[in-house]
């Protein structure tokens, strides 16, 4: 990159980019034309994007979210870009070869040429129909626009500086700001010229409401630029059916399988649909907040249950912030039981006229702050942080001392009208979210939750009972039963544990209790119940010794079969326990750093194969089961 005032600048359009901005700008890194600069311009991004662009050495601009439209963000830019040629190109557009950028620019040099555009071409990842566009609409032969035929597109285009300092892009339309300008230009004698050998691949990989919608964008701004109009409507559902006739047999002739055909019908149906209503909305679409909610059509993933044994990934919108509130991109969640009751249908649905309202399962979350409330002071972007699955009122007695589990008005994450961390990002309010120290994993931090819960048991049992115990058993073979047996043995206590088994515990004392080996629990003073083990129950009660401790972290209906009387008569001190309180958090934080926590986080799924992950849980062949919702944290 030249060191004084480039010929070219490249802006670059960016919202939510992470995934493709990489190989643009590796692409760029490689072109053989080197007199540039790169602008990215980000429109409140809440992934990498930014991060990205300043690592690759690009200059970077931020506009807020409700600022943006597509001729703003691109005015903003050429702005501030130094060169007398400007290229348009969107972050997930990849240049085909390393002659794409000389291609672009070479026709500018001519001294009539206004605007250049490049050809496109599909992704491996595109639907098949708009690869086919692509193909249709970006031919093989260089052609120059005239006024009956006025079609560019800013996603792998050029223009002349000078032109646009005398006019820029209408900032109002909600795409189609390129045919605007070309066609300001076109009449007063300019050259637009469309050149297929500067070309890209454009990746596009949408939910079909996002196909829709980016079409009734496109219908919207269409009418408002007299591209499509009215009377234009049966041409473009002919044109849609016939192209749909067309990819069917293409896709016959390919042997493509009935999922192939499926997805081509589906695409030409949303994009019909689409086009037609963005049309007949248009004159509708007056005010400037109805506007913004055209600009934005990219989501995220979550995990959605809508009814009994039915749960599927689904597009969620980026929500906008309550001030008091952050956004959270979820690095790891924890499977826990809650999660496939919810599945199960344990937990009822609730519902509207419209179905079913469905419920993000995930309890134990850690993640980044990716976005703030104006309110919030204590965090900032970047926090690495855990939220909490109780959040109360925050106003109650309960809830100022830290007890959150008591608060009346408590709500659980994962629960019904409270999204879980079965998604890329949610929403929290800023008292509910704790930041984590550095010294320690985003991986290991998302056990916070169990061993917290671990904690304020441990911490009940001690205050409930007279004398220290020289030995502990615990019952139980999940993640709990694991971080008991090691929280006891840091704190200088023997553990034992008693039936099934605590993978990866080798420094505890283990066996398997049977009934031929019953006067082996009088060595015990505590017992902690972290699991309800079948047939244990009775026995602990019979055999144990008098004034023994017994901590019940599980709610196992067994233990409803407890003999009161035994209890009674052998002085045993029962403490129940649940949840954990807000100062608990920060010393699991403590015991996580110094705790051996390996097995538990060793067999992690990626959210995608959230099933298997719950297949993995229900097989019981793991302590515990890690969902990675964020691939690029470790």
């Known amino acids: 990159m030249s060191e004084i005032t480039p010929e070219t600048s490249i802006v670059i359009r960016a919202f939510n980019e992470e995934r493709w901005l990489p190989e643009l700008l590796a692409a760029l890194a490689h072109q053989t034309y080197r007199d540039f600069e790169t602008i990215v311009v980000d429109s409140g991004s809440v992934d990498r994007t930014r991060a990205i662009a300043l690592g690759n050495g690009a200059r970077l601009i931020s506009l807020r979210s409700e600022d943006f439209t597509f001729g703003y963000s691109l005015n903003i830019g050429i702005e501030a870009a130094r060169g007398a040629y400007i290229v348009i190109i ?105 050149e297929p050998s500067a070309c890209v691949y454009h990746v596009h990989t949408e939910s079909w409401v996002q196909v829709r919608h980016r079409f009734y964008r496109e219908g919207i701004a269409g009418r408002w630029t007299a ?76 995990v959605v249950v809508r009814e009994a044994n039915s749960a599927r990934i689904e597009p969620r919108s980026i929500p906008k912030l309550r001030p008091s509130e952050v956004l959270v991109r979820v690095a790891y969640v924890g499977i826990t039981a809650s999660d496939l009751a919810v599945f199960e249908g344990s937990v009822v649905l609730p519902r509207v006229d419209a179905g079913p309202v469905g419920i993000v399962p995930g309890r134990e979350i850690s993640g980044t702050i990716v976005s703030i409330g104006s309110n919030v002071t204590e965090l900032q972007e970047g926090d690495r942080v855990i939220v909490e699955s109780m959040q109360g009122c925050g106003k109650c007695a309960p809830c100022e001392s830290g007890r959150i589990g008591s608060c009346r008005d408590r709500v659980d994450l994962g629960s019904p009208g409270v999204d879980g961390g079965y998604a890329e990002y949610i929403v929290a309010r800023a008292r509910c979210v704790t930041k984590i120290p550095d010294a320690l994993s985003l991986r290991r931090a998302v056990l916070w939750e169990p061993t917290a819960v671990a904690m304020k048991g441990i911490r009940r049992l001690m205050a409930a009972t007279e004398n220290s115990p020289q030995e502990c058993a615990v019952l139980g073979s999940d993640a709990i039963a694991y971080l008991v047996a090691n929280i006891l043995m840091l704190r200088g206590y023997k553990a034992a544990r008693l039936a099934g088994g605590i993978e990866g515990v080798r420094s505890a004392d283990e066996f398997v209790l049977g009934a031929e080996r019953p006067h082996e629990l009088s060595r015990f003073a505590w017992f902690v119940a972290a699991a309800g083990e079948e047939g244990l129950h009775d026995l602990l009660v019979h055999d144990c010794r008098s004034g023994s401790g017994l901590l019940l972290l599980a709610s196992a209906n067994e233990w409803q079969r407890l003999l009161t009387h035994r209890i009674v008569s052998k002085d045993l001190v029962v403490v129940g326990s649940a949840g954990y309180s807000r100062g608990d958090i920060s010393e699991a934080f403590d015991v996580l750093m110094r705790m051996d926590v390996a097995p538990l986080v060793q067999h992690c799924f990626p959210l995608e194969e959230f099933r298997q992950a719950w297949r993995a849980y229900r097989g019981g062949m793991h302590s515990k089961i890690l969902l990675q919702v964020d691939h690029g944290v470790v």
């Open 227 to 302: 591209v499509r109009i009215i009377r234009h409507i049966p041409a473009e559902i002919l044109r849609e059916l016939w192209w749909t006739v067309k990819d069917l047999a293409l896709a016959g002739v390919r042997r493509s399988g009935a999922a192939i055909c499926s997805e081509i019908v589906r695409y030409r149906y949303n994009k019909a649909i689409g086009i037609v209503n963005g049309i007949l909305a248009s004159r509708r679409i007056t005010n400037p907040s109805e506007r913004a909610e055209l600009h934005f059509d990219k989501g995220f993933s979550a």
């Open 90 to 194: 969107s972050a997930h557009a990849i240049p085909t070869d390393e002659h794409w950028l000389e291609r672009l620019i070479a026709p500018l040099r001519q001294s009539r040429s206004a605007m250049v555009f490049g050809g496109q071409r599909g992704h491996a990842l595109s639907k098949f129909s708009e690869a086919r566009d692509f193909e249709r609409v970006f031919h093989d032969k260089p052609m120059v626009m005239d006024d009956d035929h006025v079609f560019v597109n800013n996603a792998n285009s050029a223009i002349k500086k000078s032109l646009w300092e005398e006019h820029s892009f209408d900032e109002g339309l909600p795409g189609l700001e390129d045919a605007e300008w070309a066609k300001f230009w076109i009449p007063l004698g300019w050259n637009v010229i469309y």
